[in-house]
């Protein structure tokens, strides 16, 4: 599952900043997640960093159209080499 930034953001980068997939992007309203890059942080964190680092509660959250397993997951991920 990738996960999805709701109207509640204030875009205040937080997140940009911490994902290790480069998956989130900064628009003018509200910071924007690629589902095809997001892997939830499986392989880096034990839960995502966008969500621990959020300030605005309920902020970000498991995007209902991208349900993908753990497998799925691990195959977007992005290796530092």
Same mark, same amino acid.
């Given at each position: ?10 875009? %205040?980068?937080?997140? *940009?900043?911490?994902?290790?997939? !480069? ?9 924007? @997640? &690629? $589902?095809?890059?997001?892997?939830? %942080?499986?392989?880096? *964190?034990?839960?995502?960093?966008? !969500? ?9 959250? @498991? &995007? $209902? ?17």
């Amino acid at each position: 599952m990738a996960l999805l930034i709701t109207k509640k953001c204030v875009n %205040c980068d937080m997140c *940009y900043l911490e994902c290790p997939n !480069q998956a989130i992007s900064m628009d003018d309203k509200i910071s924007q @997640i &690629d $589902p095809t890059l997001c892997t939830e %942080c499986k392989g880096f *964190y034990s839960t995502p960093n966008c !969500q621990s680092v959020c300030p605005i509660p309920n902020c970000i959250i @498991i &995007d $209902p159209k991208y349900i993908e397993t753990k497998r799925e997951l691990f195959k977007k991920m992005k290796c530092s080499s």
